[in-house]
């Protein structure tokens, strides 16, 4: 039987984070041998919030790097990036036409995007869940793993896919396919290490709120011992009143491989002054293969650009055949 097929994606807005790691590239590794997958660098919505034309190609190049350093395998996945294939556009052009206005008004994360924005908010970023259901319906993907806060848009690319089938479609033979949410439980949400309520994040100002999967070990070490911790005794999970708590040991649960009861029987009777050093250390372990390995691909960039114009020609493939089917549905005039 043919495998089901994944995609998901990151944008190339900074370094990737804990929380990008923990929250959606490190379940990509571990599902990644059960499916077909396709990983997008999705550049097309970096450019949603203002961005630095200096940089961009840079941080491509970095997102793409780090898929492989945290062990995306090219035997089961295709790695490419978004802007490389018009049909990302193009469908989200025909997708826009279908989408009621108050659906993209509702949206959380454009919701908490555009608050920040003030007065500069583009048409692009109210039209963001639009490109990601055009990124996710192209490859007709079954499973789309992601972190916790991606859950409405993935509902919105079901709304979506239907409102086109049962406009367009034969109640038989569906144009497009419903994708599902992967999400897992336990890292979905990796909170900032300034405050336990808010969630990790790369737009945050202050570097100190995260740790990025290239900080240097004397840059881990520090972001830890100033992370805000609580006065309290001893260290639980679970207890809402102690968000800073719940987060830490979950990070050093993930990081350590150790499950949530060896990790109380472990740290339950700790002071920070123990954990911290204990935490700082599993970090540092945990992100040094990703970072020499993201090293040695970063000195081949000739490597990497052939890992990319290989992702695209696949990508390519599959992303035109469901633009074709999609026109043809709409009505479209094709010529022969
Ligand atoms: P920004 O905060 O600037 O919007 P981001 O840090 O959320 O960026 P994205 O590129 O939007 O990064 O997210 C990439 C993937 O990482 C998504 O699957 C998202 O759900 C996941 N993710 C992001 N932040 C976290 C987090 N704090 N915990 C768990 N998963 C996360
Ligand atoms: N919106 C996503 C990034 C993204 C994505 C996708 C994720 C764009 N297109 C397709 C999965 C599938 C985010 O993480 N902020």
């Known amino acids: 039987m043919a495998k089901q097929r994944i995609l998901s994606g990151v944008q190339p807005t900074g370094n990737l984070h804990l929380g990008n790691y923990l929250g959606a590239i490190r379940n990509w590794v571990e599902v990644q041998e059960n499916y077909d997958n396709f990983f997008c660098v999705v550049d097309l919505h970096a450019i949603t919030v203002p961005h630095d034309p200096k940089i961009l190609a840079k941080d491509t190049y970095t997102i793409a790097a780090l898929y492989l350093a945290c062990g995306i395998d090219l035997n089961n996945s295709t790695i490419f990036v978004q802007s490389h294939i018009s049909a990302h556009s193009e469908l989200t052009w025909l997708l ?8 993209l008004e509702k949206m959380i994360q454009f919701k908490e995007k555009a608050l920040k924005q003030g007065e500069n908010v583009s048409v692009g970023l109210l039209d963001y869940p639009v490109l990601m259901a055009a990124d996710i319906l192209l490859y007709d993907a079954d499973k789309v793993p992601v972190g916790d806060d991606q859950k409405q848009h993935l509902e919105l690319t079901r709304d979506i896919a239907v409102r086109i089938n049962d406009k367009f479609g034969k109640k038989k033979e569906p144009i497009l396919k419903l994708p599902e949410a992967l999400i897992r439980k336990e890292g979905a949400r990796i909170m900032s290490l300034t405050d336990g309520t808010k969630k990790m994040s790369k737009s945050d100002p202050s570097e100190l709120s995260r740790i990025s999967l290239l900080d240097s070990p004397d840059v881990i070490n520090k972001k830890i011992k100033k992370c805000k911790t609580d006065p309290l005794k001893g260290l639980e999970f679970d207890n809402p009143e102690r968000p800073e708590c719940h987060n830490l040991l979950t990070l050093y649960s993930l990081l350590s491989g150790k499950n949530k009861e060896e990790v109380k ?33 970063m000195d081949n960039q000739g490597y990497l650009n052939g890992v990319l114009k290989e992702g695209k020609e696949k990508a390519e493939a599959v992303a035109n055949n469901t633009l074709s089917r999609v026109k043809k549905a709409m009505g479209y005039l094709t010529l022969n």
Not at 96 to 103: A, E, F, G, K, Q
């Open 96 to 103: 826009n036409c279908i989408t009621p206005l108050n659906w």
């Open 265 to 297: 029987a472990e740290c339950s009777e700790m002071g920070w002054g123990q954990f911290k050093p204990l935490l700082t250390e599993t970090t540092i372990e945990a992100l040094k293969p990703i970072q020499e390995k993201y090293q040695e691909i």
